[in-house]
């Protein structure tokens, strides 16, 4: 009978957790707790926009009754203009299984309702999330936040923190070049001038293909330098 080797190391694949930002004043709904049994690592903060925060999305919850009462007082009218702020954006409608949207106790006019969630989304741009409840709506959260690249770009960052990556950030400006290919570029050339000085077959080493970036990167140096 062949011996187990109790002691042999084999590499264990950790994997990370989808990370989900929360407004603390969500700790009070039942979405915290289903998310960290869904297996995401959340954090709570004192949030100006937004309910959730995941990756660059931000996102607004509303059960039905604080949807009617916000759009009565306008006040989700105020919270959708400060949303126009953040490059993507969702409204979730949460709770459809306790309470229908259109009820004759709301005393609001349905078309009045369909009429206003069709101006949050075209008129505001902003998609709407109709949920069941709080599991199903921690649900769309976790696979959204599942769908989120790992590699944040410096573009997010309010500040860089060193010169570096001010660099990075402004490589990263540039038409078809996120990221990974900022990084590998300035890793490699060091410089902005000598990415924009580089030839072709070079460039392509480094990032495989060949991109908008230099005829246009070599446009603003060469002005750069006539002024």
């Known amino acids: 009978m062949p011996l187990l080797d109790i002691f042999s190391k084999k590499q264990v694949k950790i994997k990370e957790k989808p990370k989900i930002t929360i407004d603390y004043r969500e700790k009070n709904s039942l979405i915290p707790s289903e998310l960290i049994a869904n297996g995401c690592e959340i954090e709570f903060h004192n949030l100006s926009i937004g309910d959730y925060i995941i990756g660059n999305v931000i996102i607004e919850r509303k059960t039905i009754s604080d949807f009617l009462s916000s759009m009565v007082n306008k006040h989700l009218l105020n919270q959708l203009q400060h949303l126009q702020n953040a490059e993507k954006k969702i409204l979730i409608i949460e709770g459809t299984e306790e309470k229908e949207l259109y009820h004759e106790q709301s005393g609001i006019n349905e078309n009045a ?67 990974k290919s900022a990084k590998k570029l300035l890793n490699h050339f060091k410089t902005i001038k000598n990415i924009i000085n580089a030839d072709e077959e070079d460039l392509k080493k480094v990032i495989g293909k060949k991109s908008d970036i230099f005829k246009l990167a070599e446009k603003m140096y060469t002005e750069d330098n006539h002024d």
């Open 113 to 179: 309702i369909r009429g206003f969630m069709l101006s949050i989304i075209l008129s505001y741009n902003v998609p709407i999330i109709i949920t069941k409840n709080s599991e199903d709506t921690a649900k769309f959260l976790y696979i959204l936040a599942k769908k989120q690249p790992k590699e944040i770009s410096l573009k997010l960052k309010r500040k860089s923190q060193d010169v570096n990556e001010q660099i990075q950030y402004i490589i990263e400006s540039f038409p078809g070049i996120g990221p």
